[in-house]
């Protein structure tokens, strides 16, 4: 997610790590590389120039602060910018009671999207949920949608013909939403924006009157979908976006303009295919994400929604063995790549960390290095000589060089760990994180 965005950033630090004060040469260079990283991402011209302009200014206008560093500095002040993009306030907490309607362009992820917030509201904030389709374009969209909620025990508004109107079926289903704290009305898509689509969006919205209206867009699309997000809240007056497909390979540009583009913020995001893959976009939280300073409390969230049962007592005494536990649950909680974006400055150093490619069958090929080491060993890796290292590497089906840089890394993440837990204590998702050192 918005990796590459991510590691171009960091570039724009490096350049002045260690740098006393920060001259305006640094300022101007900083401007530069911030104004190609963002542009490479896809984010739209006019945003990274109010960026940029707006950096410029706050960073060689005042008096930089004498006990910061440049580097400080940079980061303190484009943090503060992409957090403005992203959005100022953290909007998408909050669950409202009342009709919540779904639209957006043909494939953008709406139904998918409908059962997955049918689920979070259901699951996690003990609302009773609602789901309609009223996308009578095709048999199968209704059908797509009643089987995702049946796959999920999820209410589904059944008492209508397919051959009825959107409208009809709205109005069918408004007589039994007091039933039910949240009703979802998941709508047809258009290839494009057109004139049948917001005509018959417009007669739902005054059918259901909707508390939220949603427009689900594809962040893959990049800023071409934010083109048509204007149409949208031109015609229905959005409450809200929700960008999907984030988990794919896209370069963030859409998620960056969208507030800036269509003038409302990002609410949600999809970051997969299956039910429970939706997020709330905090943009704290997504800013800290793509600055690399590390998600730590959506990561402890994470891990504690998993309520591993973990061994790990703290950080001082990891063991080999506590490795395989770890290695075990990063691969539950959606892959290495998953745990990642979570930590702070693994952007930079996550290549060197994983041995070049980050992927399970790597993790799975350490797994088995531990494994081929005594008890002793995997207690204390240190008293591991040349000849066991040799004797493990031939046991487990691997290089003398996989096992040393195996146990280079258990220092490493030792230290990580260390990090980690002292953010998590800082930022005070104690509990959370206790439960997993427990
Ligand atoms: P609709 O036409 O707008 O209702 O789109 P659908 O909900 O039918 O979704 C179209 C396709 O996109 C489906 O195959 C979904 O599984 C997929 N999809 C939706 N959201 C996401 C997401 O956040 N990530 C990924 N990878 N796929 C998604
Ligand atoms: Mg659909």
Redesign the pocket.
């Known amino acids: 997610m918005f990796s590459e965005l991510s590691k171009k950033l960091a570039n724009v630090f490096m350049r002045v790590r260690n740098r006393g004060i920060l001259t305006p040469e640094m300022v101007d260079n900083a401007i530069r590389d911030i104004r190609v990283s963002m542009l490479d991402a896809d984010v739209a011209l006019q945003v990274v120039r109010e960026v940029t302009n707006l950096l410029r200014e706050k960073l060689s206008g005042q008096e930089i602060i004498k006990s910061t560093s440049p580097e400080q500095t940079i980061s303190k002040y484009l943090n503060d910018e992409i957090v403005r993009l992203l959005g100022d306030n953290d909007s998408g907490s909050g669950v409202k009671n009342g009709t919540l309607l779904m639209c ?10 409908s059962a997955k917030l049918a689920n979070l509201f259901s699951k996690k904030y003990s609302k009773r949920v609602l789901l309609v389709s009223l ?1 009578t374009t095709r048999a199968a ?1 209704i059908e ?1 949608l009643r089987k995702l909620a049946l796959l999920n025990g999820l209410s589904f508004f059944d008492d209508f013909k397919e051959t009825e109107a959107p409208t009809a079926i709205a109005k069918k289903a408004m007589k039994v939403v007091s039933r039910f704290d949240i009703t979802i009305f ?1 709508t047809a ?1 258009r290839m494009y924006v057109n004139d049948a689509l917001m005509e018959e969006l417009i007669a739902v919205k005054n059918i259901i009157k909707p508390r939220e209206s949603f427009l ?1 867009i594809d962040s893959m699309m990049g800023q071409d979908a934010l083109k048509s997000a204007i149409a949208f809240n031109d015609n229905i007056e959005l409450t809200g976006l929700i960008m ?5 390979d896209n370069r963030g540009g859409a998620c960056l303009s969208a507030k800036s583009v269509t003038n409302c913020q990002i609410r949600y995001m ?4 299956k039910i429970d ?1 939706i997020e709330i976009f905090h943009p704290e939280r997504i800013a800290s994400r793509i600055l690399d300073n590390g998600d730590i409390i959506s990561f402890v969230e994470k891990l504690a929604e998993q309520n591993a049962d973990a061994e790990i007592k703290s950080s001082k005494d990891i063991t080999m063995d506590v490795l395989v536990t770890h290695f075990e649950r990063i691969k539950k909680i959606g892959g290495i790549e998953g745990f990642m974006k979570y930590l702070p400055g693994m952007g930079k150093i996550k290549d060197k960390f994983m041995g070049g490619t980050v992927d399970e069958k790597n993790i799975d090929r350490q797994v088995a290095i531990i494994k081929s080491m005594t008890k002793k060993e995997r207690n204390n890796p240190k008293i591991l000589n040349a000849s066991r290292r040799r004797r493990i590497a031939a046991g487990s089906g691997q290089q003398v060089s996989d096992v040393n840089r195996l146990i280079k890394k258990y220092e490493e993440i030792k230290v990580m760990m260390k990090k980690i837990e002292k953010m998590a204590g800082n930022k005070n998702p104690q509990a959370a994180l206790e439960r997993l050192l427990k």
């Open positions: 957006g362009l043909q494939g953008s992820g709406k139904t998918t999207t996308d969209a797509q998941d898509g689900v999907t497909r984030i988990d794919g999809g970051t997969g295919e893959d």
